[in-house]
């Protein structure tokens, strides 16, 4: 299957410039997708993206991974109500080496391969640009009519905001970037998200202008969900691909609670499997929805692929301590980094060790040092009618005494009350 045919049954096409599917089609050719270096890590917002790269190479074409040094230092003002906070070269860097470390986990950067994926920064080409150059061989072949038609100008000059000559010029930087890609790594096209679209059709203007060549430009649908939030945000803020800001089992967690209106989308767009196991999986979806067969094929094929199996079979244990019948010692196993993902979203509660040193009596330790129960009398009936455990075992008695001993890796309890309501206490 092409390229474009597998975006197409996959359902990311949006736009495809005339002629790009017939280049595509020639044989093996070398395009780009831009990443905007804000952090040094990706998130699941720009897995569409990644995975547009994906296929790209598997179907025998050279992808290029753009980080922007440069235009990074400016921000780009699509859909963007306010101009960003500049970042330094130091910042830069960090993040520029991060999202590198991250690209490799999805695309073989191998150089002996003739499409072996290549990652660029464009400061490495504008560093020594001066105004007066740019503005004299660059700025004179795109007019400010054609700048000031572009959607992404127009929705922040009518806005309260306005917009800097900073932001102004990005569509005239990132460009330059197609244009000299174009020229020097025979990029002949320049992909990404739908909102991208008139940066991408400034940067084959250029190549028109000033070469009298062509370059061509594909976009894929911005992903929305069904009940109209914004994909890859949650109550805690964005789902990242680095485990240090998002744990493996929190990001298990966000693609195992896709709607079942959404994860028809999404399994086609963010895993690799081919058409026919993901139609069976259709079927056997809409034969017993309460099995969730979607959210679990399509948990277990981007968890695995973006934190290895390792971390699956532990987000799964995670899931099946929490919700099934999984004991307390699996928590021994986990780091306290990996403990404070699974809980998190649980309330959490920190005490003093020394509390523990002699014993705490279990009353106090739930309704005095922490919030677990409003009241050491509300306490006492839930632990006298068995609802009430520590660490997966039923409090013995209300005057029962907790210690250092009974911590999780010297450091936590873990409380239940009732079967489903967790609680965690940190003592440090």
Wanted: proline share 2%; net charge negative.
């Amino acid at each position: 299957m092409s390229f474009v045919e597998e975006l197409r049954w996959r359902g990311m096409l949006h736009d495809i410039m005339p002629g790009t599917e017939d280049l595509l089609n020639k044989g093996m050719a070398s395009g780009y997708i831009g990443f905007d270096p804000t952090a040094d890590s990706l998130h699941v917002g720009h897995l569409t993206q990644i995975m547009t790269l994906i296929h790209f190479q598997q179907a025998g074409h050279k992808p290029y991974a753009l980080v922007g040094g440069a235009t990074g230092m400016v921000g780009d003002p699509s859909h963007k109500s306010q101009e960003r906070n500049l970042l330094s070269e130091d910042a830069l860097q960090r993040n520029l080496d991060g999202i590198k470390k991250q690209l490799e986990k999805f695309l073989d950067f191998g150089a002996d391969a003739a499409n072996g994926a290549r990652m660029v920064n464009n400061y490495d080409w504008f560093k020594e640009f001066s105004f007066l150059g740019f503005i004299r061989d660059v700025g004179k072949h795109i007019t400010v009519n054609y700048m000031m038609a572009k959607d992404s100008v127009k929705n922040r000059l009518t806005g309260d905001t306005g917009m800097s000559f900073t932001e102004f010029s990005y569509q005239l930087l990132q460009g330059y970037d197609f244009y000299y890609l174009w020229k020097h790594e025979n990029c002949a096209i320049q992909m990404g998200g739908s909102d991208q679209w008139g940066n991408i059709v400034t940067g084959t203007e250029l190549i028109r202008r000033m070469e009298g060549g062509e370059g061509f430009a594909l976009t894929t649908q911005l992903i929305k969900k069904a009940d109209g939030t914004k994909f890859g945000k949650t109550e805690s803020g964005a789902v990242w691909l680095d485990p240090e800001r998002t744990s493996p089992y929190q990001f298990y967690q966000f693609w195992l609670n896709a709607s079942d209106d959404d994860v028809k989308k999404f399994i086609r767009i963010f895993t690799l499997l081919d058409r026919q196991t993901i139609e069976a999986l259709e079927a056997e979806h809409e034969a017993a929805p309460h099995q969730r067969a979607l959210q679990k094929a399509l948990a277990k094929d981007i968890t695995t692929r973006v934190h290895g199996e390792a971390a699956y079979n532990k987000a799964i244990q995670s899931s099946e301590f929490l919700f099934g019948n999984t004991g307390i010692e699996f928590l021994n196993e986990l780091t306290d980094a990996e403990i404070k993902g699974i809980f998190e979203g649980v309330p959490n509660y920190t005490i003093n060790k020394t509390y523990l040193q002699e014993g705490i009596n279990v009353q106090d330790l739930l309704a005095v040092q922490t919030s677990v129960f409003p009241s050491k009398g509300e306490a006492k009936k839930m632990i006298q009618g068995g609802g009430a455990a520590i660490n997966k075992a039923k409090i013995a008695a209300p005057d029962a005494l907790y210690t250092i001993e009974n911590l999780i890796n010297d450091k936590f309890l873990v409380v239940q009350k009732g079967k489903k309501n967790y609680f965690l206490i940190v003592a440090e």
